[in-house]
């Protein structure tokens, strides 16, 4: 996925005042945005084929997080992720073929096989991981913007966390911290009102900007769903921790499409509140503003096919790729080097 | 010859490994100001400033996590939990984060990191202030535990750990910190993974690792008075352990003890207990006989914790069975 150009535009700030986007980078982010809703529309196929082994959690519904956040980000800025991270990956620039690979468990994957969905991976993007533990990415990025801050760069470090993370020590252990030592941290809270199969509601007690100002952390809430007010509101926010504001919170309220995992049948879910999130659907709002933009049908199918055909290859490139080597995966299990 | 304690053995290495490369960094509770609980890290935040060695409040699993995502972006941090049996609270980031980063992302990048942490009984602390808990982490594929036993060799497993491109937990046991020596006018080098030959002898082998050390001299003096020479194996590094260095002792003694001050059940003696069944079977003229302490948490009385913690009347015991 290429980075973008930088923007030329001016004023983006607030919701009630639209920010200025021309239509080419309007269309390089729906181009993103269907990058990561393409691909994920194809795991499920692949899922539901018996292609992805394991267990696999789709950001349906909530890519625009994904892709305004990173927006914001350079390349040496790290990113710490969850366990429906599969958006936050690719929207950091993460090869297709290497993702695809690893969800189909080659050798060929950026892991080695090793991981798949819950740990895909790329240091040298700055994705530190995809994670299966619940709140453990907000300790990692943590350190991260430890690091970047004891190095003197001007880097920052990006944990992304569920509504769910929430109920977890860790993130009341790392806003402290990370507040403390005024760290270039950024929380993004992807606070799709749904932690596992509970709403958030039975889930929590507060909010979480009521938990953010407790620590002193400046909060901004989004509609996560609006990919040019988190990409607007992620460049003020990284620019601001780039000339050393400290820590920051956003939260983006975004939606679930599909269940906790695939395979879910969400039976514990209203089915006309499911029914309403077609109204928000990131994609189709960014599809919808393009076409008020004038961008023809032709120019939108020509994307569409052009996203589709990118992920086509990698999924071609994965089914042959190789099984991993257990002996190399054995020799992994620690680095060599050190001292002798 | 100025003499040198235990403990600032390892603020030397830690000095050291700080001086000799500045991705370096130490933090922890009250490591800075305060220069550690036990005194181990005074006057370091004075010479490396406080970017470089810092306190931390009371958060354990979030510091740990952070080491893991420092290792991970370019500096090799040094953590300090206070005590071992709060390692409790560090457990996903050691064994779901730093323990699998390196194999599960594709052996595509290392975690450097370091976590220090005092063990052992004998200081009345109690059931949370004096567990070792070091089986633990060495039953986790991914990390590395050593457990150096005197001044000379923490100073160069400490300076090993934090060149290890791999999550190294190093225990110091408490009962450890004023032990002294004769200040070397260099340092050794040792190698994770090397045990040594801490006493020779030709009748018993005897294979422990840090305080558990003394107890096993102690009673290794008591067998000679009625001539029987114990060899005492000092592990060192407890994962990886070596292997071949126990084993070879066994070949010259035949008998086997293994003895450390952890619970016996399920512990780093059964380990090696059973791998020495195995691959030294031909070599046995008697039972490898295991000694830790008891199935219990550890006491808070002076009469009680004594009772507990593994003797030398327990160590020669253990040897006379395996003689019988």
């Known amino acids: ?340 | 010859m100025a003499e040198l304690r235990y403990q600032k053995a390892i603020g030397r290495a830690l000095e050291d490994a700080m001086a000799a490369d500045p991705t370096v960094i130490l933090f922890g509770e009250d490591v800075a100001e305060a220069g550690g609980s036990f005194g181990a890290t005074k006057g370091l935040r004075e010479k490396f400033g406080p970017a470089r060695v810092f306190d931390t409040p009371i958060s354990e699993a979030a510091l740990a996590g952070a080491a893991v995502g420092a290792a991970v972006s370019g500096l090799k941090p040094v953590l300090e939990i206070m005590f071992m049996d709060f390692t409790t609270l560090v457990m996903d980031a050691l064994v779901n984060q730093a323990a699998k980063a390196r194999f599960m992302f594709g052996g595509r990048c290392a975690v450097p990191l370091v976590l220090r942490t005092p063990h052992g009984g004998g200081l009345g602390a109690g059931p949370q202030h004096s567990q070792c808990l070091e089986a633990w982490f060495a039953h986790v594929p991914g990390l590395k535990v050593v457990c150096p036993s005197d001044p000379i060799n923490a100073y160069g497993l400490l300076r090993a750990a934090i060149d290890d491109p791999n999550p190294v937990i190093f225990v110091e046991n408490k009962s450890l910190y004023a032990s002294k020596i004769d200040a070397p006018d260099e340092f050794p080098a040792f190698e994770i993974g090397k045990a040594r030959i801490a006493r020779p002898g030709r009748d018993v082998t005897i294979v422990t690792y840090g305080g558990a050390l003394r107890t096993a001299h102690a009673a290794a003096d008591a067998l000679a008075t009625e001539g029987v020479e114990a060899e005492i194996v000092d592990l060192l590094s407890l994962q990886p352990w070596d292997e071949a260095t126990v084993l070879a002792s066994l070949s010259r003694t035949h008998r086997l003890v293994v003895m450390h001050e952890a619970v016996e059940s399920f512990g780093v003696g059964a380990e090696i207990a059973a791998r020495m069944a195995d691959i030294g079977f031909d070599e046995l003229d008697g039972p490898i006989v295991r000694l830790g302490a008891p199935f219990m948490p550890i006491p808070f009385s002076k009469p009680l914790e004594r009772a507990y913690m593994p003797s030398v009347d327990n160590l020669v015991a253990a040897v006379r069975r395996t003689l019988a």
């Open chain 1, 1 to 340: 996925m290429t980075k973008p150009k930088p923007r030329s535009t001016g004023v983006r700030s607030g919701r009630n005042d639209p920010p200025e986007i021309s239509r080419d980078e309007l269309a390089e982010l729906y181009r993103r945005l269907l990058t990561i809703r393409r691909a994920e529309e194809r795991l499920q196929k692949l899922f539901a084929d018996g292609e992805v082994p394991g267990f696999i959690h789709l950001s349906i519904g909530q890519e625009a997080v994904s892709v305004g956040v990173m927006d914001a980000l350079r390349a040496q800025d790290t990113i710490a992720s969850t366990h429906r991270g599969h958006g936050h990956a690719i929207a950091k620039g993460m090869a297709l073929e290497g993702f695809f690979a690893e969800l189909l468990a080659r050798d060929e994957g950026v892991c080695r096989g090793r991981g798949g969905s819950m740990h895909v991976a790329d240091m040298n993007i700055g994705m530190l991981g995809a994670n299966g533990i619940v709140g453990a990415g907000l300790s990692i990025a943590l350190g991260s913007a430890l690091a970047h801050k004891t190095r003197g760069t001007k880097d920052v470090a990006v944990a992304f966390f569920g509504d769910g993370a929430q109920a977890e020590g860790l993130l009341h252990e790392s806003l402290n911290i990370a507040a403390l030592w005024k760290l270039p941290m950024l929380f993004v809270c992807e606070n799709n009102g749904w932690g596992e199969f509970l709403p958030t509601t039975k889930h929590l007690a507060f909010q979480f900007g009521d938990l953010a100002a407790a620590y002193r952390i400046p909060h901004t809430k989004v509609d996560g769903n609006d990919v040019v007010a988190v990409q607007a509101a992620a460049h003020r926010i990284v620019e601001a921790m780039r000339d050393g504001a400290g820590p920051m919170a956003l939260e983006c309220m975004t939606t679930r499409v599909r269940g906790h995992f695939e395979g879910d049948a969400q039976k514990y879910r209203d089915p006309a509140e499911i029914a309403a999130l077609a109204a928000r659907d990131p994609v189709r709002g960014v599809a919808d503003q393009l076409a008020a933009l004038g961008l023809g049908v032709e120019a939108m199918e020509k994307i569409d096919g052009e996203v589709v055909a990118a992920i086509e290859a990698a999924v071609a490139h994965a089914r042959t790729g190789t099984d991993p080597s257990f002996e190399a995966a054995c020799a992994d299990v620690y680095a060599e080097g050190g001292r002798a």
